[in-house]
């Protein structure tokens, strides 16, 4: 199996999504409540860092869309294998992302989202390469611009494995 070198180390990642949540919660007015929907699985630590980083009146719901299997390049397809528990109407909605890379699943995303009547629908993305980019998709809250390389951690995979690492790593050997 390749070995992961660190990218990004654990308390970098920290003190970036801490500043994040301040800079989230300075953004909606007082009193109102951010319903955050993260994407699984691999916006899962992502988004338990992020809300334990806020004490707004905050919800969680989660959704899974299908991605690139086991290989490492977009297909383009994207499929919502589970969808939402509650409604979005009248909302204040933040899609919680680990990473965009094309945007395509984003792209997509915030389609179909914005189409069950938001009263706002922000994005925050631990992660971006902007180099890869096909389609001109809107992120609101940016944690790091990164190369273009294939990262893991931190909630990503390669085949399912690494997502427990609590850091960002390239793969050596890949
Ligand atoms: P996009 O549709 O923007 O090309 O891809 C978004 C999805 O592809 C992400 O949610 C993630 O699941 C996967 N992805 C993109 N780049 C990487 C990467 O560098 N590492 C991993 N593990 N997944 C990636």
């Known amino acids: 199996m390749p070995m992961p070198t660190i990218l990004i180390d654990a308390p970098t990642i920290h ?56 290989g490492t390049t977009s297909s383009g397809q994207v499929r919502v294998l589970k969808d939402l ?3 979005l109407e009248s909302r204040h909605v933040i899609i919680v992302e680990d990473i965009v890379d094309t945007g395509l699943t984003l792209h997509y995303l915030q389609d179909i989202l914005r189409a069950r009547a938001p009263k706002s629908l922000r994005t925050a993305c631990l992660l971006s390469k902007p180099s890869r980019r096909q389609v001109d998709v809107h992120v609101d809250y940016i944690g790091f611009t990164i190369e273009d390389r294939f990262v893991v951690g931190y909630g990503l995979d390669y085949a399912e494995k690494y997502r427990n690492l609590p850091y960002i790593a390239v793969l050596e050997g890949e």
């Open 15 to 70: 003190e970036r999504i801490r500043a994040m949540a301040a800079e989230i919660e300075r953004e909606y007015p007082s009193g109102d409540e951010i319903h955050l929907v993260a994407v699984l699985k691999g916006g899962f630590m992502f988004l338990a860092d992020l809300v334990r980083g806020m004490s707004a009146d905050v919800t969680m719901d989660f959704m899974a869309l299908s991605s690139y299997g086991k």
């Open 85 to 87: 528990d509650s409604s």
